[in-house]
Each structure stands twice: as C-alpha cells, then as structure tokens.
C-alpha cells in the first residue's frame, strides 16, 4: 500500500517562509515525477511545481519563490516556499506519478495523492 503523508503547512504572515514535506510509505519512487499542486475552494488543483529525475519545474505564479528538492534516502519530497504572498493561500497535495519519464503538470494524470495540508498566507 503506497502512501504519501504530508506534513509542515500552517500560518505565515505575507513575505515569510514555510516547507512543506511529503514523504512516502510503501515504495520508492525513483523513476517517478512527483509533483506539488494546490487548490481552493470551488477551483481547480493548480499545478505548483514538479521533481523529475533530478530536475525540477514550477508554475510562472511560484517561479523564483518555491523550491521543491528530494532526499531520497528518506523518500521524502520537500516544497520550500519562501516569499509567500496571500494569494498562496491553499491546500497543497503532493503527488506522484510512478513509472514516467515524462514531467506531468494536469492533476489527473497522477496515481498517488497525500491528504493535502493547509498553507495560509496572512497580509
């Protein structure tokens, strides 16, 4: 049973930092793309940012601001967010897509998603 537990949201005021950590149970996911994306009420799951092979992509919105790096030894992925703005305000989910080569940026294309944890940004 594969399993991705997520953990470190919480409150911030605008312009400080939070990291967000996604680790995985049950599997290793090595040749996987795992991805963050995040949602508000009555949107669709945005797209934030992907690990894929030791190469990382973001959204234009999060661009120069969040950072998502890998310990692979922990199998765990990790969604640094610095310079946080209220509009960044969300749930964020981890997610992976395993056995890709492919770096994918649509919600629907993944196969495991955390529980989602609560980012809100305070202006």
């Known amino acids: 049973q594969v399993q991705l537990v997520e953990s470190g949201g919480g409150l911030v005021q605008s312009g400080g930092s939070l990291e967000l950590s996604c680790a995985s149970t049950?599997?290793?996911?090595?040749?996987?793309?795992m991805a963050w994306f995040r949602q508000t009420p009555g949107k669709e799951r945005e797209f934030v940012g992907a690990w894929r092979a030791g190469s990382t992509y973001y959204a234009d919105s999060v661009k120069g601001r969040f950072t998502i790096s890998r310990d692979i030894a922990k199998n765990t992925v990790y969604l640094q967010m610095n310079s946080l703005k209220p509009e960044d305000t969300a749930v964020y989910y981890c997610?992976?897509?395993?056995?890709?080569?492919?770096?994918?940026?649509?919600?629907?294309?993944?196969?495991?998603w955390g529980q989602g944890t609560q980012v809100t940004v305070s202006s």
């Open positions: 049950g599997r290793t996911f090595s040749s996987s793309c």
């Open positions: 997610a992976a897509k395993t056995a890709t080569t492919a770096v994918l940026t649509t919600a629907r294309d993944y196969d495991y």
